[in-house]
T-cell receptor, first 115, second 110 residues
Framework: DTEVTQTPKHLVMGMTNKKSLKCEQHMGHRAMYWYKQKAKKPPELMFVYSYEKLSINESVPSRFSPECPNSSLLNLHLHALQPEDSALYLC??????????????FGPGTRLTVT | QQPVQSPQAVILREGEDAVINCSSSKALYSVHWYRQKHGEAPVFLMILLKGGEQKGHEKISASFNEKKQQSSLYLTASQLSYSGTYFCGTEMDSNYQLIWGAGTKLIIKP
């Protein structure tokens, strides 16, 4: 099974809402990533977890809060977002070994619209 | 430091060849290549780790120069299915951070 699943596929939320994005993989990968992608732009790294510990936080605003409950699950909690946060949010996973990056498997993404 | 990808866009007829370049001002740990079709997630193509390395994947291959500062992706006898945006991702340190190029949009016409 080489699939990364993400829910929901689409999300519309107001600026005062609290919502969560979910990501799951069963490939035994110990590195998991959250990316944000705007139209016609490359994916932008937000967070990296390796062995369930936060390794990288690319100076992301605190209105985004990641969580890695176990080696298969990754959540992204959203609160008080701004319209400019509207984007495609991609989750990915890969093998982990001393910081080296292996092939990343991406989920289909969550299309987020903030109104 | 974002790698520089060129060209920004390429339009080909089916069966033609294309080369996409990715360059960095510093030596890289590795270069990764991904393809993303419209409305879909990026899909991994290949990783190059060693200077002078060349790798192939059906009719898609890539090279990594000796100084490990430039990589090229070669698409030969292009097919309609090759259409999409190609991204290179570069790794400078062993910290799980992949820095993505701006992308090259490839359009294949019948």
């Amino acid at each position: 099974d080489t699939e990364v699943t993400q829910t929901p596929k689409h999300l519309v939320m107001g600026m005062t809402n609290k919502k969560s994005l979910k990501c799951e993989q069963h490939m035994g990968h110990r590195a998991m990533y959250w990316y944000k992608q705007k139209a016609k732009k490359p994916p932008e790294l937000m967070f990296v977890y390796s062995y369930e510990k936060l390794s990288i936080n690319e100076s992301v605003p605190s209105r985004f809060s990641p969580e890695c409950p176990n080696s298969s699950l990754l959540n992204l909690h959203l609160h008080a977002l701004q319209p400019e946060d509207s984007a495609l949010y991609l989750c990915a996973s890969s093998q982990a070994n001393g910081g080296l990056i292996y092939e990343q498997y991406f989920g289909p993404g969550t299309r987020l619209t903030v109104t | 430091q974002q790698p520089v990808q060129s060209p920004q866009a390429v339009i080909l007829r089916e069966g033609e060849d294309a080369v996409i370049n990715c360059s960095s001002s510093k030596a890289l740990y590795s270069v990764h290549w991904y393809r993303q079709k419209h409305g879909e997630a990026p899909v991994f193509l290949m990783i190059l780790l060693k200077g002078g390395e060349q790798k192939g994947h059906e009719k898609i291959s890539a090279s990594f120069n000796e100084k490990k500062q430039q990589s090229s992706l070669y698409l030969t006898a292009s097919q309609l299915s090759y259409s999409g945006t190609y991204f290179c991702g570069t790794e400078m340190d062993s910290n799980y951070q992949l820095i993505w190029g701006a992308g090259t949009k490839l359009i294949i016409k019948p």
